[in-house]
T-cell receptor, first 114, second 112 residues
Framework: NAGVTQTPKFRVLKTGQSMTLLCAQD?????MYWYRQDPGMGLRLIHY???????AKGEVPDGYNVSRLKKQNFLLGLESAAPSQTSVYFC?????????????FGPGTRLLVL | GDSVTQMEGPVTLSEEAFLTINCTYT??????LFWYVQYPGEGLQLLLK?????DKGSNKGFEATYRKETTSFHLEKGSVQVSDSAVYFC???????????FGTGTSLTVIP
């Protein structure tokens, strides 16, 4: 039981490049989330999903897209990276009670955009 | 809107000192309240939670009581250890929503 895993752990991009961050969970959770963590700002929700095939915008969705084609995976895409997207990205999942349940976090992906 | 405010750090304490990290919240209705801990280089882990007024969450010697009258959920520990050095986040989820709201985090360093 690996919990929540994230790929890659670290990435450097040039401005304008694209990339996809992968989150996988093996707990059969319905809900999945993507956050970014920046110094002095805590965690801010980017997008979330309440089930396979569904996605919704969080607090800071601009510049990001997501997909939830399989229940266990939640992908975060950056189509054209900008330096303002330099951050640490965390994925989380919760369930079976849905949004009111404890969230379980992955180890994070550190992204640097030059 | 819903939000969480927690005391700014960093906080530095000597081993065996008493710890309090203040957290207050703004929310409609009756949210659930959480404390998460983040150790260096890792993701967040749930430390404790409380789902209704006057509930006390506890874990690993840490405690927090859900105070609706003061909209607070302060984290306390009677005797901190070096291994408690981490960043602590207060969070809430509204009883009618799917979205967590996190505070900005408080960094704690415990020195021997």
């Amino acid at each position: 039981n690996a919990g929540v895993t994230q790929t890659p752990k670290f990435r450097v991009l040039k401005t304008g490049q694209s990339m996809t961050l992968l989150c996988a969970q093996d707990m059969n959770h319905e809900y999945m989330y993507w956050y970014r963590q920046d110094p002095g700002m805590g965690l801010r929700l980017i997008h979330y999903s309440v089930g396979e095939g569904t996605t919704a915008k969080g607090e800071v969705p601009d510049g990001y897209n997501v997909s939830r084609l399989k229940k266990q995976n939640f992908l975060l895409g950056l189509e054209s990276a900008a330096p303002s997207q330099t951050s640490v990205y965390f994925c989380a999942s919760s369930g079976p009670g849905g949004g009111q349940e404890t969230q379980y976090f992955g180890p994070g992906t550190r992204l640097l955009v030059l | 809107g819903d939000s969480v405010t927690q005391m700014e750090g960093p906080v530095t304490l000597s081993e065996e000192a008493f710890l309090t990290i203040n957290c207050t919240y703004t929310a409609t209705g009756y949210p659930s309240l959480f404390w998460y801990v983040q150790y260096p280089g890792e993701g967040l882990q749930l430390l404790l939670k409380a789902t209704k007024a006057d509930d006390k969450g506890s874990n690993k010697g840490f405690e927090a009581t859900y105070r609706k009258e003061t909209t607070s959920f302060h984290l306390e520990k009677g005797s901190v250890q070096v291994s408690d050095s981490a960043v602590y986040f207060c969070a809430l989820i509204p009883n009618t929503g799917n979205q967590f709201y996190f505070g900005t985090g408080t960094s704690l360093t415990v020195i021997p």
